[in-house]
């Protein structure tokens, strides 16, 4: 499932952002879009990657994380997030500190419509449970961004979620 | 069948001090709390079907410790996938403890799919959970209570308990003062 020719640099460059920030647990559930930064999370001896077989279970992972003095992260599609939502009132009733990372689907360049029934209620849902999203666009943006919304998470026990926008990913290559 | 309220008190009569727990939301939370409140212990309120993912957080995150998810079967059968996601990761310092009645005490008793056809044990083994065992009497429930102070892989365990419903033992429900107790009971920095 080649998303572009090249491997584009900013997967790498969030792997970074993680690593400098002391992530040590990985939850997610395989996704296209954050294939390269699963690779490069498993790869890493230092980070307990956890595979899931729907994305909530990863926000309690993240609680039970932060419990035991860890910080995580949590990879996910945007139908995940709607799985999520119950979950995410444990965040908010205990002011956990988490951190979403969201490819987006159902935007532009988008052959599946079933994507965007989600896809286009990822961002108000959110915001309704008290989860900061910065979208991302641009490549360049990306390293920035996701430090500083990584910051905000842990240092205020607060909840973010980057969304990586189907502009930046780049558009699903369907007919192999 | 073995009566919760003196389930627990067998469990947690010798509790050592590196066992922290995390109960799911009703009456196990209740069962826990009758016990004695512990700085040790999270409570959930909520989160329905989290109970054993928020363990392995634990789990992972504090080696040097054991953890006890208590819980009941409608919660284990809310977070089913939870069991498949525990037993790859194979965390050798997590038990997953299961109070089975058969039903949802909290909204009315209505039966639970367990007392139906589906076996948790059963479940826990074909996800690969390597240690699972049964409890239906004194003698079992001492076993476990020994086990909970020395296993050394992850453990799955049903505890086939009464359908009695025993007067509600209710710690606080504050669940920032629950994570802020139970972060520098395990030694991580808090505020």
């Known amino acids: 499932m080649n998303l572009t020719a090249s491997e584009p640099a900013w997967p790498d460059q969030l792997f970074a952002v993680l690593k400098a920030a002391d992530i ?18 498993a790869a890493d001896p230092a980070i307990r990657h ?7 279970e990863g926000v309690a992972l993240a609680a039970g994380a932060w419990l035991g003095g860890q910080r995580s992260a949590l990879l996910m599609q945007s139908s995940g997030v709607g799985n999520c939502i119950n979950m995410l009132s444990l965040i908010k009733s205990c002011r956990f500190p988490l951190v979403l990372i969201v490819t987006m689907r159902g935007e532009g360049a988008e052959f599946n419509p079933w994507q965007v029934a989600m896809g286009s209620m990822v961002e108000p849902t959110l915001r309704l449970a008290d989860v900061h999203c910065y979208r991302l666009d641009h490549a360049e943006d990306v390293a920035d961004v996701a430090a500083g919304a990584i910051d905000v998470a842990f240092n205020g026990e607060l909840a973010i979620a980057l969304l990586l926008s189907q502009r930046l990913i780049g558009r699903k290559v369907w007919v192999k | 069948m073995l009566e919760r309220r003196k389930a627990i008190a067998t469990l947690l009569a010798q509790r050592p001090d590196d066992l922290v727990i995390v109960s799911g939301l009703g009456s196990t939370t209740y069962d826990v709390a009758s016990v004695g ?6 409570y959930l309120w909520g989160a329905m079907g989290g109970a054993a993912m928020v363990g392995l957080g634990v789990a992972l995150a504090q080696p040097q410790r054991r953890v006890a998810v ?21 965390p050798a310092n997590l ?19 367990t007392r139906g056809t589906v076996d948790l044990t059963k479940v826990a083994t074909a996800c690969g959970i390597g240690f ?3 409890v239906h009497d004194e003698a079992g ?8 102070r020395n296993f050394t892989q992850t453990l799955f365990v049903r505890v086939a308990i009464a359908p009695n419903e025993p007067p509600r033992v209710l710690p606080t429900r ?10 520098n009971a395990v030694g991580c920095r808090v505020g």
């Open chain 1, 24 to 41: 040590r647990q990985v939850g997610y559930v395989p996704d296209a879009g954050h294939a390269r930064l699963i690779e490069r999370c």
């Open chain 1, 50 to 56: 956890v595979v899931l077989t729907t994305e909530e």
């Open chain 2, 37 to 42: 409140d512990d700085d040790r212990n999270f």
């Open chain 2, 70 to 90: 208590i819980t009941g079967d409608g919660e284990t059968l809310m977070g089913l996938g939870a069991l498949a996601t525990v037993a790859v990761q194979k």
């Open chain 2, 95 to 113: 038990a997953i403890v299961v109070f089975d009645n058969g039903l949802y005490g909290e909204t009315g008793s209505q039966a639970s799919h």
């Open chain 2, 132 to 134: 699972t065992m049964e």
């Open chain 2, 141 to 148: 429930l001492a076993r476990l209570a020994e086990l909970l």
């Open chain 2, 174 to 183: 504050d669940g920032v003062a629950l994570k802020l107790r139970f972060r």
